[in-house]
């Protein structure tokens, strides 16, 4: 059972000051972990760690992951038995104008992430989160498999696939013998309250109705993996537990996506969330040829995670719009944001009773 493993457990979340992580601190404080966060402070305002209070409710930290001397000092004091490693630069748009940042963040901050663990002797099980887009994308119809080559034509994409080749590296030529468990999740694009990045397409819906002003879409034909952010994370616990308890035969990448018939484009996810809302500013298709490259169609086969963790997505496409609108109209309506979104992490962990299993409505 989920919540009995991590009831017991110290973990070590870096980014968790990020749209992500903020949920997995909850999510995790809730089944009575001992949380401690490193991460830089949020630069959005608003953001949801903020506006939740977070940094009261966990052990909280601000640290850069490529400050090796600092990470190193936290993770020796901080002795987790499991790590989680989300700090990024986790925006496509932002890394085609800032790769330096994208590449030294996204690449050496694993680097520095390994080089920190080989330092301690408590790590059981280190997670490194990177993304859906570690794939050479060749526009399939079909989702791409763990065994599948790696790739990335952009800078944040050909970061996160260096990533993986970093953990991967270091878990064979250094971990393995310490047995240190290492693995790697891929998540496809998550949506959820308390997301307020630039350049996404539920935050920037979301302005748009607040102002009043009409969105305009870039790329509506896009196919993409949307799932709810509870979804994928519950994934990587189960993952994370199931590697603290067994071998290393589970060691490796793993997909953590929606059901075939979940993945949608871009377009019906712009009617669906505009619609939820009594007044709409409508959008029109931004035919701006500037816009750098993304890419048409991308799916995950999470086959790997269903066999052998028991794991698949519990909440369907609508019930993830649903919830994530109820979210941003109550912050719209002054509501209390941490009652609000611990209402959401309770009722999904009872739909779970306390495991994932099925797909629920």
């Known amino acids: 059972m989920i919540s009995q493993f991590w009831g017991s457990k110290i973990v070590l979340i870096t980014g968790h000051t990020g749209f992500k992580g903020s949920w997995l601190s909850l999510l995790l404080d ?10 830089l402070r949020p630069v959005e305002s608003p953001n949801m760690f903020d506006q939740l209070g977070i940094a009261a409710r966990i052990s909280n930290e601000y640290g850069d992951v490529r400050d090796l001397k600092k990470l190193s000092a936290t993770i020796s004091r901080v002795r987790p038995d499991l790590i989680i490693h989300l700090a990024a630069q986790p925006l496509v748009r932002y890394g085609y104008s800032h790769p330096v940042e994208t590449y030294s963040t996204n690449v050496m901050g ?13 790590v059981r099980v280190v997670l490194n989160v990177t993304t859906d887009k570690v794939y050479e994308n060749c526009e399939w119809i079909w989702g791409y498999r763990e065994s599948d080559r790696l790739g990335g034509v952009d800078p944040y994409s050909s970061s996160k696939a260096c990533a993986e080749l970093v953990t991967a590296a270091y878990r064979e030529a250094y971990l393995v013998k310490h047995n240190v468990q290492v693995a790697t999740a891929r998540a496809g694009n998550v949506i959820g309250g308390g997301d307020w990045s630039e350049d996404r397409l539920i935050p920037d819906l979301y302005r748009a109705i607040e102002s009043g002003k009409k969105i305009y879409i870039r790329n509506p034909d896009a196919v993409r993996p949307w799932q709810h ?8 616990l189960r993952l994370a537990a199931a590697l603290y308890t067994a071998d290393d035969d589970l060691c490796g990448g793993w997909n953590f996506g929606p059901l075939e ?10 009617e669906s969330f505009l619609a939820a809302w009594e007044q709409s500013p409508g959008w029109e298709i931004d035919d701006n040829e500037s816009h750098p490259k993304e890419s048409q169609a991308l799916k995950l086969d999470s086959s790997k995670a269903r066999a052998f963790l028991g794991w698949e997505p519990l909440w369907s496409l609508e019930k993830a719009l649903q919830v994530t609108v109820a979210w941003y109209q109550g912050y719209m309506a002054g509501q209390d944001l941490y009652e609000l979104t611990m209402a959401q992490i309770h009722a999904f962990q009872s739909e779970s009773n306390g495991e994932s299993g099925g797909k629920k409505e």
């Not at 809730?30 to 401690?36: E, F, M, T």
């Not at 952010?229 to 990587?236: A, E, S």
């Open 30 to 39: 809730s089944l009575g972990a001992k949380v401690h966060g490193y991460a």
């Open 110 to 122: 694993v680097v520095n992430l390994f080089e920190a663990v080989r330092s301690v002797d408590s």
């Open 229 to 236: 952010v509870l979804d994928p994370l519950w994934g990587y």
């Open 261 to 270: 018939y979940d993945t949608y484009k871009v377009e019906w996810i712009v």
